[in-house]
């Protein structure tokens, strides 16, 4: 009997016990196919020797050092390697030990940045439905996933909440892609004049919308509009790329193919690749004047901040990506999975949307593909697609409640940036048969 109190306490998980490549290795010996990266982490899948021999060689030198006291070698070198090939105008990193820390962290820089340059009157964060940020009450108040904040609702702050762009269900006949992303573009507007132009301090979105609605892409110019919205009233950019940044869509940070910087951007995930637990918030040099000049602090710490070791990880997942070309990788094979991903189920009755960009992508099921109808909640076919598929050795993300925190379910994927054709094809072969047995069982 486990003492560990699980995610679900009603199953019983197989023990992993080693990895190699794509492949996660369970105490039987069986090999799953790693096609989520565990939740969009594993870009260098799993046993990379550079990275393994990275950490172990700081180990050696020091694993840790409080940052009230000492900055690391390796600390810095990350940081300067980020900065290097940051959108422009990015000048500063804040290390932490994950997603939900930056975008906290994130949250706090807002709010402080505002307080040092006199603005006090400046309290309201703007989000979009149907996106998550994190597990903090910070980020989980301004993330909109119904689910996971329903319980928690009386703990969160007031947080304000716009339309997502969910092009598949939300864009109407008569629009083309750009006005759809217009018409967002002016709600945002809206809502900041209808709380007082000058009392909102941030708009925060995924630049790629993650697992909550498995994987949305902008619509051509929306970002630019938005970017120009927050410029006219003085409201900060926070763009959370936990999941879609750091290479997973192609290029480094997903924004850059939005033409646009935030102000501030929470990073993770892809950074360490899972071999430590690290995030960072990544923020523009007008933020850290206000600090500078200011108090000269930012009001706000972690224990493992900085983490050397953490550190070390990151900066060898970092030299891998560019010494071996994965970005090109993931743009390569990005285009053959979507291209399987249309030749497998781009007929299927009950996939009403195959979306992504890169190694993200996902697809929507539906009970009817005319009206786009979703399953009955109640079946919980996400949860029987990934039961299904582990059964045949494959790792997916699938998750419920897509449209709406309660309707709907998608499988997300994201494949390691190392994985090649073949995987890809064993993926999607894998994944019919799962979610053709899982729609089977439900019926």
């Given at each position: 009997?486990?003492?560990?109190l ?5 199953t019983s ?8 490549g ?9 090999r799953?196919?790693?096609?989520s ?7 260098l899948g799993?046993?990379?020797p550079?990275v ?7 180990a050696d030198?020091?694993?840790y050092?409080?940052?009230s006291?000492f ?9 300067e390697t ?8 990015i000048s500063?990193v ?19 940045y505002f ?16 996106s ?5 009450l910070?980020?989980l108040?301004v993330?909109?996933?119904e689910w ?7 703990l ?5 909440h ?5 092009e ?6 008569d629009?083309t892609?750009e ?10 507007e809206a ?7 000058d ?10 919308g993650?697992a909550?609605?498995g994987?949305?892409?902008p619509?051509?110019g ?10 006219r009233?003085?409201?900060?950019l ?6 879609c940044?750091?290479?997973?869509t ?5 924004c ?7 102000d501030?951007m929470?990073?993770?995930?892809g ?10 918030v990544?923020?523009?040099?007008k933020i850290?004047?206000?600090f500078?000049k200011?108090?000269g ?8 901040l900085?983490?050397a070791?953490?550190?070390?990880a990151?900066l060898e997942?970092q030299r891998?990506?560019k010494r071996?070309s ?6 390569r ?11 497998r189920f ?5 996939v009403?949307d195959i979306?992504?960009?890169g190694?993200?992508q996902?697809?929507e099921?539906?009970?009817?593909r ?7 909640p ?10 299904q598929?582990?059964?045949?050795g ?23 940036f190392?994985?090649k054709?073949?995987?890809l094809?064993?993926?999607?072969e894998?994944?019919g048969?799962a979610?053709d047995?899982a ?5």
């Amino acid at each position: 009997m486990s003492r560990i109190l699980h995610r679900d306490t009603r199953t019983s998980y197989p023990q992993a016990v080693g990895g190699e490549g794509i492949h996660i290795i369970d105490s039987t010996g069986k090999r799953y196919i790693d096609a989520s990266g565990g939740a969009a982490v594993s870009c260098l899948g799993h046993g990379h020797p550079d990275v393994t021999r990275a950490i172990k060689a700081q180990a050696d030198r020091l694993a840790y050092a409080h940052t009230s006291f000492f900055t690391t070698a390796v600390a810095e070198e990350l940081a300067e390697t980020l900065i290097a090939d940051a959108p422009r105008g990015i000048s500063h990193v804040y290390f932490v030990s994950g997603g939900s820390e930056a975008v906290e962290a994130a949250l706090k820089m807002a709010r402080q940045y505002f307080v040092e340059k006199g603005e006090l009157q400046r309290r309201h964060f703007i989000a979009r439905r149907q996106s998550y940020h994190g597990n903090t009450l910070g980020a989980l108040a301004v993330g909109g996933n119904e689910w996971r904040r329903r319980q928690y609702a009386p703990l969160l702050i007031d947080v304000a909440h716009v339309s997502p762009c969910y092009e598949y269900r939300d864009r109407r006949p008569d629009e083309t892609a750009e006005r759809y992303g217009e018409r967002l573009a002016q709600e945002l507007e809206a809502k900041i004049r209808e709380l007082g132009a000058d009392s909102v301090m941030a708009f925060v979105a995924e630049t790629v919308g993650g697992a909550t609605a498995g994987v949305i892409p902008p619509v051509p110019g929306y970002f630019r509009r938005v970017r120009e919205v927050c410029d006219r009233y003085g409201v900060l950019l926070i763009l959370d790329e936990v999941m879609c940044g750091m290479g997973r869509t192609g290029t480094l940070h997903a924004c850059e193919q939005e033409g646009i910087t935030p102000d501030l951007m929470a990073i993770a995930k892809g950074l360490g690749g899972g071999y430590q637990p690290i995030g960072a918030v990544l923020l523009q040099q007008k933020i850290y004047d206000a600090f500078a000049k200011g108090s000269g602090f930012f009001q706000h710490g972690h224990t493992y901040l900085g983490h050397a070791l953490a550190c070390a990880a990151s900066l060898e997942v970092q030299r891998v990506i560019k010494r071996d070309s994965l970005l090109d990788n993931v743009r390569r094979r990005g285009a053959s999975l979507t291209a399987k991903l249309q030749e497998r189920f781009g007929n299927h009755h009950h996939v009403g949307d195959i979306r992504g960009r890169g190694l993200f992508q996902a697809i929507e099921l539906v009970r009817d593909r005319a009206s786009k109808a979703p399953f009955d909640p109640a079946l919980r076919l996400h949860a029987r697609i990934k039961k299904q598929a582990m059964s045949i050795g494959l790792m997916v993300y699938p998750m419920g409640g897509t449209i709406d925190g309660q309707h709907g379910d998608h499988v997300l994927l994201a494949p390691p940036f190392i994985v090649k054709d073949a995987d890809l094809d064993a993926i999607v072969e894998r994944l019919g048969t799962a979610v053709d047995t899982a729609i089977k069982e439900a019926a």
